[in-house]
């Protein structure tokens, strides 16, 4: 640092943080931040050209129709971005290390008070003792691989300092370990289904290559399936999403959007909403191919170059396989879409340059068999030519994940920077044992191995998919230790409750947790480290997923850590000197040689001199000079698909899925031809399903508009939106509930009321926003809200629906999680008869500026 950036401009410093917050080391959302006093004064966007000449960054324009497009000299932040120094400074921080009150690591464990003991404070000292300990138990008893780690998503973006899975390196120390295998949570049915339709690893989405400048010089409409621009990118992509729909709008493109909800960026862009139930698009998807076939508006010189079993799918489509042609009135009855509007779409779609959008994909990807819409979107595509100029599908944002150019729609950059070397957190190979994230509960309690397809990371080919593994893995111990860096399974996954009660299994002898909040998970600990936030700490970053520019960060530390709290990489090294292994888990660097390691493995190296580096304090990678010249999308396959095959069996789009067919010829749930499949063995969550009689309503949950996931919960300025939380007669502020009025009113539901949302697995309560941005048979909450338990297990006040989501995952052979179009059952509560059932849930501190206070959970510390 120059003795120039030393000297304060009246009194603050500015200071350079990458905000992403669910993320592995890299993200979106770089940001300055202002401190002064020793406290965060303010955070705004990074002024690219701050220490930059513009003309240094070749900044681009995309010219189309007579307007242009170009790149902003700063980074577009979200909401969630400038609000985050309040969840700094929350009083649900956790401060100091604590254990549980009635957790003898000498005498009764008490597994079953998970969730409802209340914690003590303890030192740090004794903390990593009592850590220390028992990892050389279970480890002796058991082995190694007896210590589940769950490291992965759903965290602040940090590269040294835990972004998931420090534990893993110190465990290596000590013979190996279970990991906990994230499976393609917002890309499941493009992972399990499209990937078999089209190839495209890492998780099954298109080739994004240059395609905004494709869409925006050739598109006609756009259609945003089950997608909302203007809520799931915040938290990652800032809001250039945003942006571009303005822009699509502008340049005379149609926005149709498909959905059950008039979502954020419905409201906003749509130029026409489709209400679709929840779950049903597949068979929205068929009508709109019946309608092409028996027109002749496909394209059929495409199909016959560039695709491989159309005539088995087109046996489908007519009913020649099983009497049922899929007409738009067939599927009108299932999917709530009126025939004369799948008719008006697919005709609009045949005549138009259509793209289709997306945002990973949202719930309309993350439900019961979604590898069949996913998969059938693809052939939808291929019927009208996909590669054509204008034809495509885009992601609005994650754009550059997995180091790939060909994953980023916008202009080309030079480099794509990499935090490799500095990286602290899970890596590959996978370890000997593994669990995918999804069946982790069914693992702990089943009584008898269990097996499934796929090692389920979203980068894994999908070849992997052929492959079967196995609980407890040959030669590795069950599970009985679990140590987390994040803890909000509970809250962001599917099968909540059968999650709580695999953490009250007596197997689980130790559960540790570290995090900055005290919330989720964490309720269920039997020891919590205080983890600092980015702010709190010395780190090495990098932005990929942005809206402009990729940017390489020395990322000071803002400020000083608040009470007792670590980083990830240091509390995991507080347990390693206990164990006699600090050197060899540190390798005997300091933060400064890591940060220095990642800046040589950057990919910048040659371009900036670390010095220079640490005094600028950021890296600008240039826009690449020839960008306007790369192909867009799948337009080498389009023109010559001999020369430019596709990553499947046959080299062609797969209507009929050659590898399917080989590896699961008796899978009903996945067969070779994607069909609707409205339940099966796996699932009944249909309203076709005697089961709707029970629970009439399919409750959509998207990822949430006021937070990111499960973070966010206890923001005072977002909990004052109408939107955010509606406030309850008892003055608690409950998760929203939209409810078209027509349900409403059968149901004697008016907005403000507390209702409870239910199942066989469990109920939630939330409060009743009554509105016609809901269709009439669907109810929608958003997923990750704050655990408050009023039975652990059972219910819950705070509105958390992804415990009541299905527990069985995506299909048979499919892994993938289910936290969407599920049915429920709703009805009005009396909160005062209920306050008085469960006095204790309904009786502990709390503030509606940040929920349920830290105080409820911990017992005073006596002398």
Same mark, same amino acid.
């Given at each position: 640092?120059?003795?120039?950036?030393?000297?304060?401009?009246?009194?603050?410093?500015?200071?350079?943080?990458?905000?992403?917050?669910?993320?592995?080391?890299?993200?979106?959302?770089?940001?300055?931040?202002?401190?002064?006093?020793?406290?965060?004064?303010?955070?705004?966007?990074?002024?690219?050209?701050? $220490?930059?000449?513009?003309?240094?960054?070749?900044?681009?324009?995309?010219?189309? =129709?007579?307007?242009?497009?170009?790149?902003?000299?700063?980074?577009?932040?979200?909401?969630?971005? !400038?609000?985050?120094?309040?969840?700094?400074?929350?009083?649900? =921080?956790?401060?100091?290390?604590?254990?549980?009150?009635?957790?003898?690591?000498?005498?009764?464990?008490?597994?079953?008070? =998970?969730?409802? /003991?209340?914690?003590?404070?303890?030192?740090?000292?004794?903390?990593?003792?009592?850590?220390?300990?028992?990892?050389?138990?279970?480890?002796?008893?058991?082995?190694?691989?007896?210590?589940?780690?769950?490291?992965?998503?759903?965290?602040?973006?940090?590269?040294?300092?835990?972004?998931?899975?420090?534990?893993?390196?110190?465990?290596?120390?000590?013979?190996?370990?279970?990991?906990?295998?994230?499976?393609?949570?917002?890309?499941?049915?493009?992972?399990?289904?499209?990937?078999?339709?089209?190839?495209? %690893?890492?998780?099954?989405?298109?080739?994004?290559?240059?395609?905004?400048?494709?869409?925006?010089?050739?598109?006609?409409?756009?259609?945003?399936?089950?997608?909302?621009?203007?809520?799931?990118?915040?938290?990652?992509?800032?809001?250039?999403?945003?942006?571009?729909?303005?822009?699509?709008?502008?340049?005379?493109?149609?926005?149709?959007?498909?959905?059950?909800?008039?979502?954020?960026?419905?409201?906003?862009?749509?130029?026409?909403?489709?209400?679709?139930?929840?779950?049903? %698009?597949?068979?929205?998807?068929?009508?709109?191919?019946?309608?092409?076939?028996?027109?002749?508006?496909?394209?059929?010189?495409?199909?016959?170059?560039?695709?491989?079993?159309?005539?088995?799918?087109?046996?489908?489509?007519?009913?020649?396989?099983?009497?049922?042609?899929?007409?738009?009135?067939?599927?009108? %009855?299932?999917?709530?879409?009126?025939?004369?509007?799948?008719?008006?779409?697919?005709?609009?779609?045949?005549?138009?340059?259509?793209?289709?959008?997306?945002?990973?994909?949202?719930?309309?990807?993350?439900?019961? !068999?979604?590898?069949?819409?996913?998969?059938?979107?693809?052939?939808?595509?291929?019927?009208?030519?996909?590669?054509?100029?204008?034809?495509?599908?885009?992601?609005?944002?994650?754009?550059?994940?997995?180091?790939?150019?060909?994953?980023?729609?916008?202009?080309?950059?030079?480099?794509?920077?990499?935090?490799?070397?500095?990286?602290?957190?899970?890596?590959?190979?996978?370890?000997?044992?593994?669990?995918?994230?999804?069946?982790?509960?069914?693992?702990?309690?089943?009584?008898?191995?269990?097996?499934?397809?796929?090692?389920?990371?979203?980068?894994?080919?999908?070849?992997?998919?052929?492959?079967?593994?196995?609980?407890?893995?040959?030669?590795?111990?069950?599970?009985?230790?679990?140590?987390?860096?994040?803890?909000?399974?509970?809250?962001?996954?599917?099968?909540?409750?059968?999650?709580?009660?695999?953490?009250?299994?007596?197997?689980?002898?130790?559960?540790?947790?570290?995090?900055?909040?005290?919330?989720?998970?964490?309720?269920?600990?039997?020891?919590?480290?205080?983890?600092?936030?980015?702010?709190?700490?010395?780190?090495?970053?990098?932005?990929?997923?942005?809206?402009?520019?990729?940017?390489?960060?020395?990322?000071?530390?803002?400020?000083?850590?608040?009470?007792? /709290?670590?980083?990830?990489?240091?509390?995991?090294?507080?347990?390693?000197?206990?164990?006699?292994?600090?050197?060899?888990?540190?390798?005997?660097?300091?933060?400064?040689?890591?940060?220095?390691?990642? !800046?040589?493995?950057?990919?910048?190296?040659?371009?900036?001199?670390?010095?220079?580096?640490?005094?600028?304090?950021?890296?600008?990678?240039?826009?690449?000079?020839?960008?306007?010249?790369?192909?867009?999308?799948?337009?080498?396959?389009?023109?010559?698909?001999e020369n430019n095959p596709l990553d499947t069996p046959t080299g062609k789009l797969e209507f009929y899925s050659v590898g399917l067919a080989e590896n699961f010829p008796d899978d009903k749930?996945?067969?070779?031809?994607?069909?609707?499949?409205?339940?099966?063995?796996?699932?009944?969550?249909?309203?076709?399903?005697?089961? /709707?009689?029970?629970?009439?309503?399919?409750?959509?949950?998207?990822?949430?508009?006021?937070?990111?996931?499960?973070?966010?919960?206890?923001?005072?300025?977002? =909990?004052?939106?109408?939107?955010?939380?509606?406030?309850?007669?008892?003055?608690?502020?409950?998760?929203?509930?939209?409810?078209?009025?027509?349900?409403?009113?059968?149901?004697?539901?008016?907005?403000?009321?507390?209702? $409870?949302?239910?199942?066989?697995?469990?109920?939630?309560?939330?409060?009743?926003?009554?509105?016609?941005?809901?269709?009439?048979?669907?109810?929608?909450?958003?997923?990750?809200?704050?655990?408050?338990?009023?039975?652990?297990?059972?219910?819950?006040?705070?509105?958390?629906?992804?415990?009541?989501?299905?527990?069985?995952?995506?299909?048979?052979?499919?892994?993938?999680?289910?936290?969407?179009?599920?049915?429920?059952?709703?009805?009005?509560?009396?909160?005062?008869?209920?306050?008085?059932?469960?006095?204790?849930?309904?009786?502990?501190?709390?503030?509606?500026?940040?929920?349920?206070?830290?105080?409820?959970?911990?017992?005073?510390?006596?002398?």
């Amino acid at each position: 640092m120059t003795e120039k950036d030393t000297k304060l401009q009246n009194g603050v410093r500015t200071y350079y943080k990458n905000l992403g917050l669910c993320s592995f080391a890299f993200g979106s959302n770089s940001a300055e931040i202002d401190v002064k006093d020793g406290k965060i004064l303010r955070i705004r966007p990074l002024r690219y050209n701050r $220490k930059y000449k513009t003309e240094q960054l070749r900044p681009w324009k995309i010219k189309a =129709r007579g307007k242009t497009f170009e790149a902003p000299m700063k980074s577009l932040l979200s909401p969630f971005n !400038y609000v985050y120094k309040k969840r700094t400074y929350s009083p649900n =921080r956790i401060l100091y290390p604590m254990k549980r009150v009635d957790w003898d690591p000498e005498g009764e464990r008490n597994p079953q008070n =998970r969730g409802k /003991s209340k914690f003590v404070r303890i030192t740090w000292d004794e903390a990593a003792e009592l850590i220390a300990k028992e990892l050389k138990r279970v480890c002796e008893k058991y082995g190694p691989t007896s210590v589940l780690v769950q490291g992965d998503g759903h965290g602040e973006t940090k590269t040294i300092h835990g972004p998931h899975g420090c534990q893993i390196r110190l465990m290596e120390l000590l013979g190996g370990y279970t990991i906990q295998a994230r499976q393609p949570d917002s890309w499941e049915g493009w992972y399990w289904g499209a990937k078999h339709v089209w190839g495209q %690893d890492p998780v099954g989405q298109g080739r994004q290559a240059n395609l905004i400048k494709d869409i925006s010089e050739n598109t006609q409409m756009i259609l945003f399936w089950g997608c909302d621009p203007e809520t799931t990118p915040l938290a990652w992509g800032g809001l250039q999403a945003s942006r571009l729909c303005f822009w699509f709008t502008e340049l005379g493109i149609k926005s149709i959007y498909i959905c059950p909800d008039l979502n954020y960026g419905a409201a906003v862009h749509a130029d026409k909403w489709i209400p679709v139930r929840p779950n049903t %698009d597949a068979a929205l998807q068929l009508a709109i191919a019946y309608t092409w076939i028996t027109e002749d508006t496909y394209d059929k010189d495409y199909v016959a170059t560039h695709t491989h079993g159309f005539d088995e799918f087109k046996k489908y489509v007519l009913g020649e396989e099983d009497g049922v042609p899929k007409t738009p009135k067939w599927a009108e %009855d299932i999917c709530g879409v009126p025939a004369r509007v799948i008719k008006a779409l697919a005709r609009k779609w045949a005549r138009e340059a259509t793209s289709i959008a997306h945002n990973n994909g949202g719930s309309y990807i993350r439900s019961c !068999y979604a590898h069949e819409p996913g998969r059938l979107e693809v052939i939808l595509l291929g019927m009208q030519g996909l590669g054509k100029p204008g034809q495509g599908q885009l992601k609005l944002f994650e754009w550059q994940l997995f180091s790939l150019h060909d994953q980023n729609p916008m202009p080309r950059r030079e480099i794509i920077p990499s935090p490799e070397g500095a990286y602290q957190g899970f890596t590959f190979p996978v370890p000997k044992q593994f669990i995918p994230k999804t069946l982790i509960p069914k693992a702990i309690l089943s009584d008898e191995p269990i097996i499934w397809y796929g090692i389920t990371y979203a980068g894994i080919p999908k070849e992997d998919q052929f492959v079967q593994y196995k609980y407890p893995a040959e030669g590795c111990s069950e599970i009985h230790m679990i140590w987390s860096d994040s803890p909000c399974w509970s809250t962001c996954w599917n099968g909540g409750n059968m999650w709580i009660e695999a953490l009250r299994s007596p197997k689980i002898e130790c559960v540790v947790m570290q995090h900055p909040w005290m919330e989720n998970d964490c309720l269920f600990a039997d020891i919590i480290l205080p983890i600092n936030t980015k702010f709190e700490e010395e780190d090495f970053g990098v932005d990929v997923l942005g809206d402009s520019f990729n940017v390489v960060l020395y990322e000071g530390q803002c400020i000083q850590p608040l009470g007792e /709290s670590k980083s990830d990489y240091e509390a995991v090294a507080e347990v390693a000197k206990k164990l006699g292994l600090y050197e060899e888990y540190t390798r005997g660097k300091s933060i400064e040689d890591l940060i220095k390691d990642g !800046y040589k493995q950057s990919g910048i190296k040659d371009r900036i001199s670390y010095e220079e580096f640490r005094e600028k304090e950021y890296y600008v990678v240039p826009t690449a000079e020839d960008w306007e010249n790369d192909e867009p999308g799948f337009s080498p396959f389009y023109k010559d698909p001999e020369n430019n095959p596709l990553d499947t069996p046959t080299g062609k789009l797969e209507f009929y899925s050659v590898g399917l067919a080989e590896n699961f010829p008796d899978d009903k749930e996945r067969p070779p031809v994607p069909h609707w499949i409205p339940y099966g063995e796996t699932h009944q969550e249909s309203l076709l399903h005697p089961r /709707s009689q029970k629970y009439p309503f399919l409750i959509v949950s998207n990822h949430p508009r006021w937070r990111c996931h499960a973070q966010l919960d206890d923001i005072p300025w977002f =909990r004052e939106i109408p939107t955010c939380k509606v406030k309850g007669p008892d003055g608690y502020l409950y998760e929203p509930v939209w409810i078209n009025p027509v349900d409403a009113k059968a149901l004697g539901i008016k907005s403000g009321d507390v209702v $409870k949302i239910y199942n066989d697995r469990g109920w939630v309560l939330g409060g009743a926003y009554v509105t016609e941005r809901i269709m009439p048979g669907v109810v929608y909450q958003d997923h990750g809200a704050r655990l408050d338990p009023i039975l652990p297990g059972e219910a819950d006040r705070g509105g958390a629906n992804n415990l009541i989501c299905p527990t069985n995952t995506t299909s048979k052979n499919c892994a993938g999680e289910v936290t969407s179009g599920y049915l429920v059952g709703v009805e009005k509560v009396d909160i005062e008869k209920m306050k008085k059932q469960y006095p204790e849930a309904f009786n502990r501190p709390y503030d509606p500026y940040y929920g349920v206070r830290f105080e409820a959970w911990i017992t005073e510390v006596k002398n």
